[in-house]
């Protein structure tokens, strides 16, 4: 289903797209930081992981852009499974049909609200980077109902954050606000300092894993790792 969305809405042409998106990434892999002086500003020294795969697939598929489109918009589904997840956590309900139709309800506000239909496929990255901020508040709803938010649990729910911040410094905001949540959990007595600090690490690797490389690069370039 996410696939044919692609199809239907077709190639993303948006101005980021346009000025850095595909830039981005050829620029890291042909080694133009060294040669070309800022072309897209600021945004010329975004981490450019998350547009490795628009790359690759215009260089594979670049005489069928309706294919890459459909690719693109993939995550799409996850995103609606990751919805329909957590709408089944956090909505209250009396009796089956009534929990199915608040699910249902729920995930198609979410699925078809302007800021994801504006976005499906897009090489903004909305999408499948906000699927991770959803996911780690499912974990945490999940393992919070069964009274068991344990160690594994925690360390995915940072490993999510620190994906979704390294792919997008914007989204660090929301990985404070779960951070927040986490913090006001161990007052109410639901985890340790211990625990809490093993979600910390999870972050840590998460952002390692997704822009660690990018901060070395950076550095070597520019002597700082989040120039400019």
């Known amino acids: 289903m996410s696939g044919v969305a692609g199809i239907i809405i077709g190639p993303d042409a948006n101005w980021d797209l346009r000025n850095y998106h595909i830039y981005n990434s050829y620029?890291?892999?042909?080694?133009r930081h060294a040669i070309d002086i800022a072309p897209a500003q600021r945004q010329s020294y975004h981490n450019p992981t998350a547009g490795l795969p628009l790359y690759a697939l215009m260089f594979a598929f670049n005489e069928h852009p309706r294919l890459v489109a459909a690719l693109m918009s993939l995550p799409y589904g996850i995103a609606i499974a990751a919805i329909a997840w957590l709408s089944s956590l956090v909505l209250p309900f009396s009796t089956m049909t009534e929990q199915v139709f608040r699910i249902l309800a729920a995930t198609v506000i979410g699925a078809t609200g302007a800021a994801t239909l504006g976005v499906i496929g897009s090489t903004m990255n909305e999408i499948p980077i906000s699927t991770l901020i959803i996911f780690a508040l499912a974990i945490t709803c999940a393992r919070l109902k069964k009274d068991n938010l344990n160690y594994g649990a925690l360390?995915?729910?940072?490993f999510c954050v620190g994906i979704a911040g390294g792919l997008k410094l914007t989204y660090a905001v929301h990985g404070l606000a779960i951070g927040c949540a986490?913090?006001?959990i161990v007052f109410l007595g639901k985890i340790s300092i211990r625990e809490l600090l093993v979600s910390a690490l999870g972050v840590i690797v998460g952002l390692g894993l997704s822009s660690g490389w990018w901060f070395w690069h950076l550095y070597e370039l520019f002597g700082n790792p989040v120039f400019p």
Do not use: I, K, Y
């Open 182 to 184: 986490l913090v006001s």
């Open 155 to 158: 360390f995915a729910v940072g």
């Open 27 to 31: 620029a890291f892999l042909e080694g």
